[in-house]
């Protein structure tokens, strides 16, 4: 089974709908990240928690909300969707234990469309 | 601010070429560099990383050199297959703990 797991995979919704990206993790890192991915402009991120009580806005967090259920569970909220949230979106999972240059491990990430 | 700029793609070579993908950064103190990849329909995964200068980073047969002089980190491989052909990420940490991306270099490997 994979480490780090999204759900779902694909999704089309409406402008003006309320989506939710789920992130799983069996990995036992208290850190984990929500990335979206754009043509042309890399991996931009949404939000960060670095334990199940802490909650910080990355890059690009206007429109979203996070919330961190557990130590396994990260999920991304769309309050109200606009189209120009279509986007690639990627969960991701990190130990601080091993300091500075910690290696991030990602989902297969969430592709979603906004009409 | 901190940044990461990679050479714009796709690149396009045939079956074993050499590679060179070109990334440098610009950062206020002293990074941790990686490059990522992304194969078709897949999340990123690690490539290689390196933490200080002069250290070289190195995974299946890809290479890059941590050079602070030049403020770059260079992906290379002697000898491309067609299953190489993925977007490649570089990127680097800083104390923030948040990595910062390039944009990607697609790289398409023909036979």
């Known amino acids: 089974d994979a480490d780090v797991t999204q759900t779902p995979r694909n999704r089309i919704t409406k402008t003006g709908k309320r989506i939710m990206l789920e992130c799983s993790q069996t990995?036992?890192?208290?850190?984990m990240y929500w990335y979206r991915q754009d043509p042309g402009l890399g991996l931009r991120l949404i939000y960060y928690?670095?334990?199940?009580?802490?909650?910080n806005k990355g890059e690009i967090s206007d429109g979203y909300s996070v919330s961190r259920q557990a130590q396994a569970k990260f999920s991304l909220s769309l309050e109200s969707a606009i189209p120009n949230q279509t986007a690639l979106y990627f969960c991701?999972?990190?130990?601080?234990?091993?300091?500075?240059?910690?290696?991030?491990?990602f989902g297969p990430g969430t592709r979603l469309t906004v009409l | 601010g901190d940044s990461v700029t990679q050479m714009e793609g796709p690149v396009t070579l045939s079956e074993e070429a050499f590679l060179t993908i070109n990334c440098t950064y610009t950062?206020?103190?002293?990074?941790?560099l990686f490059w990522y990849v992304q194969y078709p329909g897949e999340g990123l995964q690690l490539l290689l990383k390196?933490?200080?200068?002069?250290d070289k980073g190195s995974n299946k047969g890809f290479e890059a050199t941590y050079r602070k002089e030049t403020t770059s980190f260079h992906l290379e491989k002697g000898s491309v297959q067609v299953s190489d052909s993925a977007v490649y990420f570089c990127?680097?940490?800083?104390?923030?703990?948040?990595?910062?991306f390039g944009t990607g270099t697609r790289l398409q490997v023909f036979p």
């Open positions: 991701a999972t990190s130990d601080p234990d091993t300091g500075y240059a910690d290696t991030q491990y």
């Open positions: 928690s670095f334990d199940v009580k802490d909650i």
């Open positions: 990995k036992g890192h208290d850190r």
């Open positions: 390196a933490t200080k200068a002069d």
């Open positions: 950062a206020t103190g002293y990074p941790s």
């Open positions: 990127a680097l940490i800083l104390n923030t703990d948040k990595l910062i």
